[in-house]
């Protein structure tokens, strides 16, 4: 016989479990689950790498998303405020040079009469 | 107290030598008595905004941004009443109290019987800015304009002729009879 078959059936010798054995197995099983883990231990399962992009894409959505709407809203309420300038401005425009207009053919129209005379 | 109102005074002067819009509060107290109003304060920043919302494809807009490109403030006020003496000759001349300021002077009066039109045009000529008032007032209705800065008369009366407001007929001069119409040109043909 070899040393190694020697070898072998000493690891594979059968042997007994001590005598508390039965007991420790019950104890364990009657035993309550674990607690379940708080809000901070399933962040931290979150930011475990293969769900980081994820994690990183939703924070980055989240904040893009909100300041985009901000920029929109913005920027539509400018161009509404440029727009009734806009109207403004052709409107004073408008009524400047029309009185100035006015002003100019009546003295145009008095020179002519002058004229004429 | 002296010190404030000295201060006060030099603040006042200060602005009005600098150029700035002459003073069309107290017409808010019209308001209430017209039938119809149009107020219109573009100062700075309102009419640069304005200004950059006028389109360059227009050719009149193009002309208005042209125009209003050197401007620092626009302000009109305009009432339309439906019985006359609604508002008193004191208004105006409050106004025109602001125009006789040194730097100001009375380019055009005109005063007409025939419509009881009132209109006056004011230029400010020195000083870095410039600036334009208009006044015309007649029996049922006062308009008027204050420009801060330099402005084109000619573009503006044209601009005036132009947008919207029909170019009013001119007493163009009758041809007489002793007057032969011309030929219409002929082609040289050698």
Same mark, same amino acid.
């Given at each position: 016989?070899?040393?190694?078959?020697?070898?072998?059936?000493?690891?594979?010798?059968?042997?007994?479990?001590?005598?508390?054995f039965?007991?420790r197995v019950l104890a364990r099983v009657k035993q309550p689950p674990p607690p379940e883990p708080g809000w901070w231990k399933r962040l931290t399962v979150l930011l475990r790498p293969p769900r980081l992009q994820w994690v990183a894409a939703c924070i980055i959505l989240s904040v893009v998303i909100p300041v985009s709407g901000v920029q929109y809203r +913005? !920027? $539509?309420? %400018?161009? /509404?405020?440029?727009?009734?300038? +806009? !109207? $403004?401005? %052709?409107? /004073?425009?408008?009524?400047?040079?029309?009185?100035?207009?006015?002003?100019?053919?009546?003295?145009?129209?008095?020179?002519?009469?002058?004229?004429?005379? | 107290?002296?010190?404030?109102?000295?201060?006060?005074?030099?603040?006042?002067?200060?602005?009005?030598?600098?150029?700035?819009?002459?003073?069309?509060?107290?017409?808010?107290?019209?308001?209430?008595?017209?039938?119809?109003?149009?107020?219109?304060?573009?100062?700075?920043?309102?009419?640069?905004?304005?200004?950059?919302?006028?389109?360059?494809?227009?050719?009149?807009?193009?002309?208005?941004?042209?125009?209003?490109?050197?401007?620092?403030?626009?302000?009109?006020?305009?009432?339309?009443?439906?019985?006359?003496?609604?508002?008193?000759?004191?208004?105006?001349?409050?106004?025109?109290?602001?125009?006789?300021?040194?730097?100001?002077?009375?380019?055009?009066?005109?005063?007409?019987?025939?419509?009881?039109?009132?209109?006056?045009?004011?230029?400010?000529?020195?000083?870095?800015?410039?600036?334009?008032?208009?006044?015309?007032?007649?029996?049922?209705?006062?308009?008027?304009?204050?420009?801060?800065?330099?402005?084109?008369?000619?573009?503006?009366?044209?601009?005036?002729?132009?947008?919207?407001?029909?170019?009013?007929?001119?007493?163009?001069?009758?041809?007489?009879?002793?007057?032969?119409?011309?030929?219409?040109?002929?082609?040289?043909?050698?």
């Amino acid at each position: 016989m070899s040393y190694l078959e020697d070898d072998l059936k000493m690891a594979l010798q059968r042997t007994e479990p001590s005598e508390d054995f039965v007991g420790r197995v019950l104890a364990r099983v009657k035993q309550p689950p674990p607690p379940e883990p708080g809000w901070w231990k399933r962040l931290t399962v979150l930011l475990r790498p293969p769900r980081l992009q994820w994690v990183a894409a939703c924070i980055i959505l989240s904040v893009v998303i909100p300041v985009s709407g901000v920029q929109y809203r +913005k !920027e $539509q309420r %400018m161009r /509404a405020e440029g727009e009734k300038a +806009k !109207e $403004q401005l %052709m409107f /004073a425009v408008r009524v400047a040079g029309s009185r100035l207009h006015r002003v100019r053919q009546k003295v145009l129209k008095m020179g002519r009469m002058e004229t004429r005379l | 107290m002296k010190i404030l109102r000295i201060l006060t005074i030099c603040i006042l002067a200060g602005a009005l030598g600098r150029g700035q819009a002459i003073d069309l509060k107290h017409l808010d107290r019209l308001v209430a008595k017209a039938s119809e109003t149009a107020d219109v304060t573009l100062d700075g920043s309102l009419l640069k905004l304005g200004a950059k919302f006028l389109s360059a494809d227009d050719p009149d807009q193009a002309k208005v941004r042209k125009l209003v490109a050197g401007l620092k403030g626009i302000y009109v006020r305009t009432f339309t009443f439906e019985n006359e003496g609604e508002y008193s000759e004191s208004d105006v001349v409050s106004i025109r109290k602001q125009l006789e300021s040194p730097g100001w002077s009375r380019i055009v009066g005109v005063r007409s019987k025939k419509d009881k039109e009132n209109a006056e045009v004011y230029l400010k000529t020195d000083g870095p800015d410039g600036g334009l008032a208009i006044i015309c007032a007649n029996p049922k209705e006062l308009t008027v304009v204050s420009i801060v800065g330099k402005i084109n008369l000619d573009e503006l009366s044209e601009l005036g002729g132009k947008l919207g407001v029909p170019e009013m007929d001119l007493e163009k001069p009758k041809p007489s009879g002793l007057e032969k119409p011309k030929p219409p040109n002929k082609k040289d043909d050698d």
